[in-house]
């Protein structure tokens, strides 16, 4: 089994299996004042959002909501996909959908997630 690592600095969720990247990934970050929390998490629920319309996703969440044991917190799609690179989020961490939807097929509950500085 895999786990996720999210670097903050680099704006990037990597894919690791053992001490291999598999998958890279941008992502969106928190904001200065409601930053990303760092620390190990563990992924406890998987919501997904289907498309709501043709153009693209109704859902703030995007396509797919993935839940950290931080409550509150979590690693989900957008329905902003300008905001991936950006520190623009509350805190969680942001995705395009077809990233996100990519992950969640490789991330179950209980895949560890590393969010370091």
């Known amino acids: 089994m895999g786990h996720i690592v999210v670097d903050l600095s680099d704006r990037r969720l990597y894919w690791m299996e053992g001490n291999r990247i598999i998958r890279s990934f941008p992502v969106g970050i928190g904001k ?14 998987k919501v997904p959002y289907p498309y709501s319309y043709p153009g693209g996703p109704l859902s703030p969440y995007g396509t797919l909501w993935m839940g950290l044991s931080r409550r509150g917190y979590g690693i ?11 520190m623009v989020s509350k805190g969680c961490v942001r995705m395009y959908n077809p990233d996100v939807e990519a992950l969640g097929r490789l991330a179950g509950i209980g895949t560890q997630v590393i969010i370091r500085p």
Do not use: D, E, F, M
Request: no cysteine.
């Open 32 to 45: 200065i004042l409601s930053q990303t929390p760092v620390g190990t998490y563990t992924i406890i629920n």
């Open 76 to 86: 989900h799609g957008t329905n902003r996909p300008a905001s991936i690179g950006k």
